[in-house]
C-alpha cells in the first residue's frame, strides 16, 4: 500500500514504512523526477508552466506562490496515498525551512481525504521510541500489503 | 531505465560506512557508490539498488536506515564542494533524526522480541472548576 509520510523527507519514516513491506510516498521521489527526467525545460529542477497549474488546484491564485510550487509537487503523492502516517508539529517544519501554510493545507487535504490515517510525536527518548515503532507497525500490519492489492 | 539514489545512514557500534562500502563493490553490481560522513549513497538502476540494499541492510539491520534522495550524489545545485560550504540543503532534518536512531533501533530490537510497550496515557488538561476552586482557597480574607 502507498503510504504517505509527514513530514515528507522523514528518514525513519520512510525507512519504517519500507521495513513494513509498504511504500512509502515521500517528496524525494518527486523531487527526483524534476531533476532526472529527459529534456530539461527549465534547469536545475525542470519546473514547467505546467507545475503551477497544478498547484492551482489547492490554492487560488492570490495565495503566495510558494504554496502552489510546494503544492504541484505535493500533488501525485497526495492523489496516490492510500494511507497515511503524520508527525505533529515536526521541528523542521518550522522556521524557514518549512512552509507552515503548505503543511496545514496538506494535513487538512489528508484528513479530508478519509484514509487511514496514523498521529504521532517524533520520540524524546527510548520509551517513547517504542511506542513510536510500535503503534507505526500495528497500523502498517493493519493495512493491506501492497502485493494483496494487485 | 529508472535511475534513483538511496542515501544508506550508519548508526551502528559494530559498522562503518567504509564495511558498507567494500561490501557494496564485493558485489559488483551496476551502480555508483559514494562514501559520506553518514553513511553511502547509492546510485543506480531502483530494481538493482533495491536488492542491494536488501541485502546490505542484513549487515546490521537495526544500525542501518534507509531513504530515497532526489538528487544524484555531486549533483552541482546540491554539493557543498560547488556551494562555498556549509550544509546542504536537507541536512538539517537529516541530522534531526540522526539523533534518533539509537532510540528508533532500541525499538525495533524490542519489537522483535515481541515486547509491548505500554500505551502511556496522556495528561489531560486541568478542569476549569478546578483551577477556580484553587484560586478560591489560595484567595487571601480580608
Redesign the interface.
Same mark, same amino acid.
Given at each position: 500500500m502507498k503510504v504517505f509520510i509527514y &513530514?515528507t523527507?522523514?528518514?525513519?519514516l520512510?525507512?519504517?514504512v519500507?521495513?513494513f513491506g509498504h511504500e512509502p510516498l515521500?517528496?524525494?521521489?518527486?523531487?527526483?523526477k524534476?531533476?532526472?527526467s529527459q529534456g530539461l525545460d527549465s534547469p &536545475?529542477?525542470n519546473i514547467t508552466p505546467e507545475d503551477p497549474k497544478l498547484g492551482l488546484k489547492y490554492a487560488a491564485v492570490e495565495v503566495p506562490s510558494g504554496v502552489r510550487g510546494r503544492m504541484s509537487l505535493f500533488d501525485p503523492l497526495l492523489r496516490n496515498a492510500e494511507a497515511a502516517i503524520v508527525v505533529r508539529d515536526p521541528?523542521?517544519s518550522f522556521g524557514c525551512?518549512g512552509c507552515a501554510r503548505t503543511n496545514e493545507l496538506v494535513n487538512f487535504l489528508l484528513r479530508a481525504k478519509k484514509i487511514p490515517l496514523l498521529e504521532l510525536d !517524533?520520540?524524546s527518548?527510548?520509551?517513547?521510541?517504542?511506542?513510536?515503532? !510500535?503503534k507505526i507497525?500495528e497500523f502498517l500490519k493493519s493495512l493491506k500489503p501492497a502485493e494483496e492489492k494487485k | 531505465m529508472d535511475s534513483i539514489t538511496k542515501m544508506v545512514v550508519i548508526n551502528s557500534s559494530k559498522l562503518l560506512p567504509s564495511d558498507v562500502v567494500i561490501k557494496l563493490y564485493e558485489s559488483n553490481a551496476d551502480v555508483l557508490i559514494k562514501e559520506t560522513c553518514f553513511g553511502v549513497m547509492v546510485t543506480g538502476e531502483r530494481k538493482v539498488v533495491d536488492s542491494l540494499l536488501s541485502t546490505i541492510r542484513k549487515m546490521d539491520p537495526y544500525g542501518i536506515f534507509v531513504k530515497e534522495r532526489g538528487f544524484a550524489p555531486g549533483e552541482p545545485y546540491r554539493c557543498r564542494a560547488t556551494r562555498r560550504g556549509g550544509a546542504r540543503p536537507g541536512f538539517h532534518n537529516l541530522e534531526s533524526e540522526d539523533k534518533l536512531l539509537p532510540h528508533i533501533a532500541s525499538a525495533l530490537r524490542a519489537l522483535d522480541k515481541g515486547e509491548i510497550p505500554q500505551i502511556k496515557q496522556k495528561k489531560k488538561k486541568l478542569d476549569i472548576e478546578k483551577l477556580k476552586n484553587i484560586i478560591k482557597g489560595t484567595e487571601v480574607q480580608q
Open positions: &513530514p523527507n522523514s528518514l525513519i520512510s525507512d519504517l519500507e521495513r515521500a517528496i524525494m521521489q518527486e523531487v527526483g524534476k531533476v532526472k &536545475p529542477l521541528v523542521i525551512m !517524533y520520540p527518548n527510548e520509551e517513547e521510541a517504542k511506542e513510536f515503532v !510500535y507497525s | -
